[in-house]
């Protein structure tokens, strides 16, 4: 899964539920959700299955960004997270996550960036059924803030089946998706996801997107990571980062990793094809490394490129905190989570607005 590609968001049982919770696009996953409580603080990983907590994931062939991400637990609950550019804290009283980017929380620029997610609301599992989240940028004095709605569904045994949200930009722009996954014997074999931006004076635009997953079930048992080819994890898509699922917010993982793995973009007309190779383990069961092949195929310039992908786990490492150790180039990214995805598609719709007039 490419970084600026997920543009998915992950469902498929219950749609007509959903659509009678939120059958006004403006009300989606705010007051309108009806299950869940509000949540205090978050529950052990391993009620979400995670049996071996993850400290690390990593892409050694990287020199760039080896670590893709680090994990701090405390009493087996996730504390703190970093993903090579921000830094997430998970608190408590009621349960809040917040995210900022390191490079400019280490500097003196009057340029800052940060996301709180917040009422948030989980089922009896633990799982977030419904939350928010504003992203602020701050620039000179200047304050320009968007807002996420979300909520999600989850099946019998706790994998998350059904998305929506809802993404309102500064200037009034809106983005709305729904997703839809579909689970077979404990693992996601397929994800279709569709969102439309609606921007003021121009027609909607509508994005399709499609994941296709096959596994064996004799081979690669999964005891909880969600990366298996890179830094997205599996079938979360657009709304959150990866750190919410080794968190244990998202629901559960697939029982074994995938053999094969196929993206569709159909909104540039790309195809991305993914082959696990091997799966290393460690003594004790937990994943040690993944090892992968990748064709990348771009129809609409009748290009393609292969690339073999190393993913590797740890599981002990203490770190300090200050991510120092582990941060290797800052590079400003102005856009922090959730919704990066999102918005990093409209900035490339913008982008390409300008080139044309």
Request: aromatic share 14%; charged share 20%; net charge negative.
């Given at each position: 899964?490419?970084?600026?590609?997920?543009?998915?968001?992950?469902?498929?049982?219950?749609?007509?539920?959903?659509?009678?919770?939120?059958?006004?696009?403006?009300?989606?996953?705010?007051?309108?959700?009806?299950?869940?409580?509000?949540?205090?603080?978050?529950?052990?990983?391993?009620?979400?299955?995670?049996?071996?907590?993850?400290?690390?994931?990593?892409?050694?062939?990287?020199?760039?960004?080896?670590?893709?991400?680090?994990?701090?637990?405390?009493?087996?609950?996730?504390?703190?997270?970093?993903?090579?550019?921000?830094?997430?804290?998970?608190?408590?009283?009621?349960?809040?996550?917040?995210?900022?980017?390191?490079?400019?929380?280490?500097?003196?620029?009057?340029?800052?960036?940060?996301?709180?997610?917040?009422?948030?609301?989980?089922?009896?599992?633990?799982?977030?059924?419904?939350?928010?989240?504003?992203?602020?940028?701050?620039?000179?004095?200047?304050?320009?803030?968007?807002?996420?709605?979300?909520?999600?569904?989850?099946?019998?045994?706790?994998?998350?089946?059904?998305?929506?949200?809802?993404?309102?930009?500064?200037?009034?722009?809106?983005?709305?998706?729904?997703?839809?996954?579909?689970?077979?014997?404990?693992?996601?074999?397929?994800v279709s996801a569709k969102s439309v931006l609606i921007e003021e004076g121009e027609e909607e635009r509508e994005f399709l997107y499609e994941e296709e997953y096959t596994y064996d079930e004799n081979l690669y048992p999964n005891p909880g990571i969600w990366n298996f080819y890179n830094e997205e994890g599996i079938g979360i898509g657009d709304v959150f980062p990866v750190e919410m699922c080794y968190a244990g917010l998202v629901g559960k993982t697939t029982k074994n990793i995938p053999l094969t793995y196929k993206e569709s973009q159909y909104f540039d007309d790309a195809y991305y094809n993914y082959t696990t190779n091997s799966v290393s383990y460690n003594d004790d069961g937990s994943v040690q490394a993944i090892n992968s092949s990748a064709v990348y195929n771009y129809n609409y310039s009748n290009s393609s490129y292969r690339q073999n992908i190393r993913i590797t786990f740890g599981y002990d490492e203490q770190w300090d905190e200050n991510w120092a150790s582990i941060r290797t180039t800052p590079t400003p990214t102005k856009r922090s989570i959730p919704g990066r995805f999102i918005g990093l598609r409209k900035k490339l719709l913008d982008r390409e607005n300008n080139k044309i007039n």
């Open positions: 899964m490419l970084t600026y590609s997920q543009f998915s968001i992950v469902l498929v049982c219950l749609v007509s539920f959903c659509l009678t919770a939120c059958s006004n696009e403006e009300e989606v996953c705010s007051e309108t959700i009806s299950y869940g409580k509000h949540a205090s603080s978050l529950q052990p990983v391993s009620k979400a299955g995670i049996k071996f907590p993850v400290t690390s994931v990593n892409n050694p062939y990287s020199s760039y960004q080896p670590i893709l991400h680090a994990f701090v637990y405390e009493n087996g609950c996730m504390k703190k997270a970093y993903n090579g550019d921000e830094e997430f804290e998970f608190l408590s009283d009621p349960l809040t996550v917040k995210a900022s980017d390191i490079y400019y929380k280490n500097t003196t620029s009057e340029y800052s960036e940060y996301t709180e997610i917040k009422n948030i609301k989980v089922n009896k599992d633990g799982f977030i059924t419904s939350c928010e989240a504003i992203y602020t940028e701050e620039d000179e004095g200047e304050i320009y803030s968007e807002k996420l709605s979300v909520m999600l569904t989850y099946d019998d045994e706790g994998h998350l089946i059904l998305s929506k949200y809802h993404y309102t930009w500064y200037d009034g722009s809106t983005e709305t998706g729904t997703t839809v996954n579909t689970w077979e014997n404990g693992n996601l074999i397929k």
